[in-house]
């Protein structure tokens, strides 16, 4: 286990922070933090948010380091949620432990979101040997071994209402690339004073400046990537297996791959995570009794998969998959090839677009297609319409609750109950702005520069309603997206790829199968190509089962290497 202890080359010591209203309870953690610790970090003691507030402030202006802080939860003036908050502001890379009682267990829950906690601990912690000491040495592990330079942020210049700046801040923060949003639309001029001095004009945005200060008008995804820090390349060009897609399945398959042995390389479109990884929370995934967001969950396997030696290509469009002898090759769009023993599809399915009328053309200009969560705070005390009444949907209405002052779930059936687990339908009635329509579809919106109208019309009585909205996020249906499969691999109906037992009909194998064995459970009509997650015929849409099926392929693919 990697050391607790700061790097000694340093002038002072790092602090650790702990703060609690009670006296006797401050002394206390003070006391136990001192014995455990006081030889290699500073214990400072607070009574108060505003009291620990200026400690940081102080330290931050003494250059030194905070490499913990412990906040209670309940406070007066301040709770230990808001001080946490305000202190990632001074010390973003500190670990954040809540102390909290039995009865706040919903606070921490709260806190994993809104401070991104570390951990939290249940009062009383006696004896710390096994309940305080044990928590403290891990994180501290962590902070002592991370890179804690300044983060240098990438600046994006653009327009509220333009798609492509739109698409180029989700790019962003789906990649975890930190960034600082300037608008233009604002009465800020800070925005057009560094549109300015980057040299373009409002013609060319949206404008990234990268953190060397190089800016790029209108960047292309792949440049994006590049300027950024992100692999676009493979390090070599022939691999055991090749992993196409980084949601649930893909991570899962990546992360079993690469802890085996296997040469694992995971190509991504856009960004790891797929749906799952834009979802605000999601609390029926075995481990998080609290929750977790896809982002968080995203962020764990894909350091995990790293740090199993997995590459991990951002940006790469597979286009073609063919077998060429023994080996599986696939091609990008850019005319480049990949080779490996085996592929693994993991490509999960996309949204379907919403066909009504004047959408089309406002899409990412007020409509959205998945939760975007850089666009909450923009929707502050406005209207948000979402469309779907599956979990995506439910775990969206949750988030957007918080930044808007009323948001409408628009369901074509007439319940939630069919499409929606039972968990949220109950979370739903707890905000008390989240308004759910039944029986309702959208058939048509408009508006200039954004959106600006819906029509919604109730499909038992017909009756339509024009209602004034620029934001409407939709979660229908599930695309596979598999057309450049055709031919190549068998697929349903509905472009879902087949595998294992549906390939074989009446005893009969899949036609140009040439082993003497049938396919395995998840291997598709061409051999030692496999195929994992909700891009499976008949698969379960589920984070745990798409993962399950990721780690169940790599097994597959030893006995298909073996033979």
Not at 125 to 135: C, R, S
Not at 262 to 276: P, S
Not at 530 to 545: L, N, P, Y
């Amino acid at each position: 286990m990697t050391s607790a202890l700061p790097d000694t080359s340093r002038s002072t010591r790092p602090s650790i922070l702990t703060v609690d209203d009670d006296p006797s309870v401050s002394r206390a953690v003070a006391r136990d933090l001192r014995r455990q610790y006081g030889e290699s970090y500073r214990i400072v003691r607070a009574e108060s948010g505003a009291q620990a507030l200026e400690a940081l402030r102080e330290i931050k202006l003494r250059g030194e380091e905070v490499a913990a802080l412990l906040a209670d939860y309940r406070m007066p003036q301040m709770s230990g949620i808001e001080f946490l908050e305000e202190a990632m502001d001074l010390f973003p890379v500190a670990k954040r432990v809540l102390l909290t009682a039995y009865a706040d267990t919903d606070a921490a829950i709260q806190a994993i979101n809104v401070v991104d906690l570390d951990h939290y601990l249940l009062k009383p912690w006696d004896p710390p040997e096994e309940k305080l000491y044990p928590v403290l040495d891990e994180l501290l592990a962590s902070w002592a071994a991370a890179d804690r330079q300044p983060v240098r942020q990438t600046k994006v210049i653009g327009h509220r209402w333009s798609a492509r700046s739109y698409e180029v801040r989700d790019f962003l923060a789906r990649n975890a690339v930190p960034f600082r949003w300037y608008e233009l639309d604002d009465t800020d001029c800070e925005a057009k004073r560094l549109l300015a001095a980057s040299g373009h004009g409002e013609a060319d945005i949206p404008v990234v400046v990268t953190p060397d200060g190089a800016p790029l008008a209108c960047p292309s995804d792949a440049e994006l990537a590049a300027s950024v820090g992100l692999t676009t390349t493979p390090s070599t060009d022939f691999y055991d297996l090749i992993v196409i897609g980084a949601g649930p399945a893909g991570l899962g398959a990546a992360v079993y791959g690469g802890s085996e042995g296997l040469r694992t390389v995971l190509v991504e479109r856009l960004a790891a995570g797929g749906q799952a990884g834009t979802s605000s929370r999601i609390e029926n995934y075995l481990g998080f009794p609290d929750g977790v967001s896809g982002e968080q969950l995203t962020e764990r396997a894909r350091r995990q998969a790293q740090k199993f030696n997995v590459e991990m290509l951002t940006t790469r469009q597979v286009v073609s998959l063919e077998a060429r002898g023994s080996a599986r090759v696939v091609r990008f769009d850019d005319g480049t090839e990949l080779s490996a023993h085996t592929v693994i599809l993991a490509t999960g399915v996309s949204y379907r677009s919403l066909q009504a009328p004047g959408l089309g053309e406002l899409t990412g200009r007020g409509v959205y297609y998945g939760a975007s969560t850089t666009e909450g705070p923009n929707c502050k005390d406005q209207d948000v319409y979402l469309v779907g009444g599956a979990n995506s949907a439910g775990q969206a209405a949750m988030y957007f609750s918080r930044h808007a002052k009323r948001v409408v779930l628009v369901v074509r059936g007439d319940s939630l109950e069919n499409s929606m687990s039972r968990y949220l339908i109950d979370q739903l009635t707890g905000p008390g702005n989240i308004e759910v329509m039944t029986c309702t579809e959208v058939i048509g919106g408009a508006g200039d520069a954004h959106l600006e109208t819906l029509t919604l019309r109730h499909n038992k009585t017909g009756e339509s309603t024009t209602v004034p909205a620029s934001w409407l996020f939709a979660f229908i249906g599930a695309a596979p997206r598999t057309d450049w499969l055709d031919g190549i691999v068998a697929r349903d109906e509905n472009g879902f790829v087949l595998a294992g037992p549906d390939l074989v009909t009446e005893g009969a194998l899949p036609a140009g199968w040439q082993l003497e064995r049938p396919p395995y459970h998840l291997e598709t009509s061409l051999p030692g190509v496999f195929v994992a997650g909700d891009v499976r015929a008949d698969s379960v849409k589920r984070v745990a089962s798409a993962v399950g099926e990721g780690a169940m392929a790599v097994t597959l693919v030893h006995r298909y290497l073996e033979r």
